[in-house]
């Protein structure tokens, strides 16, 4: 069984920074894109940034340039490095990554943690 824990979450102030982490563990064969959605009271979850088992990086336009997403395969672990926080980065985060468990399975499924939250007080 696949399971994503975050940790990272917390109360900040505008400006202010957090990392935050995501680890996978469990029966992993290989990991495929990971990355981080978010979802404010009252929003649908919204996309925030992947990184590819490469490394490439993608993140949405509302962060970039104040988010930095990346990852270390040795620990099956994303980060999500968030500097300039604004009030309206605050949400739950979620980790998600495409997992393939076993050699035996041919793909890989889709799995989403439970969640952090970051505040972001003005």
């Known amino acids: 069984q696949v399971q994503l824990v975050e940790s990272g979450g917390g109360l900040v102030h505008t400006g202010g920074s957090l990392r935050l982490s995501c680890a996978a563990s469990?029966?992993?064969?290989?990991?495929?894109?990971m990355g981080w959605y978010r979802q404010a009271p009252g929003n649908q979850r919204e996309w925030v940034a992947t990184v590819t088992s490469g490394g490439s990086t993608n993140v949405s336009d509302s962060v970039k340039g104040r988010f930095t997403i990346s990852r270390d395969n040795a620990k099956n672990t994303v980060y999500l490095q968030m500097n300039s926080l604004k009030p309206e980065d605050t949400a739950v985060y979620y980790c998600?990554?495409?997992?393939?468990?076993?050699?035996?399975?041919?793909?890989?499924?889709?799995?989403w943690g439970k969640g952090t939250l970051v505040t972001v007080s003005s």
């Open positions: 998600n990554a495409d997992i393939r468990d076993s050699f035996r399975r041919r793909n890989s499924m889709n799995y």
């Open positions: 469990g029966s992993i064969f290989s990991i495929y894109n």
